[in-house]
């Protein structure tokens, strides 16, 4: 009895973790791409690390740990604009003129890269809630 238990067991996690590995259309689920590079966590507290350093022509992609929406832009509230490499006109709906700003909130497990073609040191908030904050340095 308890090896009949156990055998129902392994089937039907077997049967759950297989479940999740396909789309309902019967197709295989899409498996995320691996993050490269230099990442940001978003998390409720703030952005982990809070101050990052790159080289030009870096790419920093931001993670939301958090179970609620974040929005990064480059400061200062709510005009966006210090980051000084812009979209060309006209500016994509959602978005500031900088070409820094994820232009929407970004659910949880989402992410929003951006490369920093320009040197100096770059403040940002989450637009969703400016009182967290983060830098990063671009050399």
């Not at 974040?70 to 000084?84: I, K, M, R, S």
Request: net charge negative.
């Amino acid at each position: 009895m308890k090896s009949k238990l156990i055998l129902i067991l392994i089937f039907l996690s077997i049967v759950i973790f297989a479940s999740g590995c396909v789309q309902e259309n019967g197709q295989p689920a899409p498996t995320p791409a691996p993050v490269q590079g230099k990442i940001i966590e978003i998390t409720s507290s703030g952005f982990n690390p809070a101050t990052l350093m790159i080289n030009a022509s870096e790419t920093v992609t931001f993670i939301n740990k958090d179970t609620v929406p974040h929005w990064v832009a480059t400061d200062p509230h709510p005009g966006h604009d210090q980051y000084p490499e812009y979209f060309e006109q006209p500016v994509p709906v959602g978005c500031s003129r900088s070409k820094f700003d994820a232009c929407r909130g970004l659910p949880q497990g989402e992410t929003f890269s951006f490369t920093f073609n320009l040197t100096g040191t770059w403040t940002y908030h989450d637009h969703l809630n400016p009182l967290l904050k983060g830098t990063v340095v671009v050399q």
